[in-house]
């Protein structure tokens, strides 16, 4: 025995109200565990897809006085 037309639109309702719903949590949980590259003199954690040139510029601006390879020892290879 099938239901009737207001079962079946609730049914319906209920199954567009699931796949409305927003993903669970929020994205900082993701972005912090992206945080992988790190300058080794002052700990600031940067994301995994930064670049050499952001990385030099960081060290160029923060540490004048150490060398590029003491803050990022990843970059020498």
Partial sequence: MGGGNGQK?????LRNLE???????SQLDS???A????????????ICTTTEVKCREHAEAKH???DVYAC???LQK
Avoid: L, Y
Wanted: aromatic share 6%; net charge positive; with cysteine.
């Fill in 9 to 13: 639109s609730k049914t319906a309702r």
């Fill in 72 to 74: 990022f020892p990843h």
């Fill in 64 to 66: 004048p006085k150490s």
């Fill in 35 to 46: 945080m992988t590259i790190q300058c080794k003199v002052c700990m600031q954690a940067f």
């Fill in 31 to 33: 972005n912090m565990k």
């Fill in 19 to 25: 796949k409305q719903k927003p993903a669970k949590g």
